[in-house]
């Protein structure tokens, strides 16, 4: 059973919630998803919330959304920022920068005492500057960590940032984590890496990341509509559904599908978009891979028949990053009820998880050759799959359903509202 909200409490401290993140509904990105997914549980158990976003969607830096609406119960200010795009490194970090200023420009004109402000981590190190306007209008911040920056920037491109930059930023960024009333981090990897950064431990909770496992559902193969569509009835198809990102690793794939390119049967569904997602095509094209098929995003009403049209499901991620991401496409996979194949550090956190429930398998970054192994060995072992995908959406509805999530926040929401409020100010 969901847990009240504490807005429902006479007394509470807690008057509103306001999310802070650069995208938001109708947006189709994860970050995305995962925001708006929460705030309108969190709106339909009572609770007042709200969002600072941007008026642009993450595959159309040119869309032009409505400035200020009430959707579904969550009133929405979209402030303008520039649209450079994700091109350079330049045009990214003025996107940032823009969307900083105008959202703390909102935040300080609507942030009333009580408040609880909610910073997610995109654009990067948003929280340094919130937590200065919620210090300022009295309202309480917590910060919603889905990556640590600026550490992923250095373990992506180690050469990005001058070292004395890197210092500065991470200086910043920990005083605002000292800060918050609470700091939710998303895996426990990410969770010790902020106590080292000197973190309270009292300040700090892990919430997974979730799937809507009333949206998602495990679905046979036979009866998926997209399946169909491409043409892959007859094929075992691995798929791939989400963000390509620089956090993933897609090299260790290509070599896969090389040596699997003369086995007809043998297909790969990609679904999503992102920074990678066009070099990953370009690298299919100049290789002449005629076994991949590409889509993009797939609206929330879609998504199981999306995910059932693969037999199993790719995760990567660069071992660099292992603790400072969680990829949560995995909780998708999970809540559909199909197998996941692993590409990166074979004693992380995801492959440990992996290891402990029986739902999939994981492939050291580089070990194409292991890669392909296995998917010939599971093409040709169905009632394994099917053993994995029965086991993945049993952890699915134990652990990382919306529903478990909502409580979460709720519970910690109603711990904040109830503790004296220079506990929780640094």
Known sequence: M???????????????VVFVNRFFHPDESATSRMLSDLVFRLAGQGLSVAVVTSRQLYENPEADLAAHEFIRGVQVWRVASARRGRGTLIGRTLDYLTFHLSAARVLAAVLQPGDVVVAKTDPPLISVLVSWVARWRGADLINWLQDVFPEVLVALAPRALPRAVRRVLVAA??????????????GDRMAAHLLQHGVEPDHVRVIPNWADCEAIRPMSSCHSATRARFGLEDRFVVGYSGNFGRAHEFHTLIAAARILAHDPQIAFLMT?????????????????LCSFHFQGYQPAELLSDSMAAADLHLVSLVPAVEGLVVPSKLYGILAAGRPVLFIGDTQGEVASLLRKHDCGLAVAVGDGARLAKLLRTLQNDPERCAVMGANARRLALSRFTADRAASDWFEMLALLSAAPRAAVSQ
Do not use: F, K, W
């Not at 969901?2 to 401290?13: F, M, Q």
């Not at 992102?274 to 290789?287: D, I, K, W």
């Open 272 to 288: 999503g978009g992102g920074a990678r997602n066009a070099q990953l095509q370009e690298a299919v094209e100049s290789l002449s």
């Open 173 to 186: 960024r920990d005083r605002s984590l000292r800060r918050a009333a609470m700091n939710i981090a998303i």
């Open 2 to 16: 969901a847990y009240v909200p504490t807005a429902a409490h006479p007394g509470t401290r807690v008057r509103r």
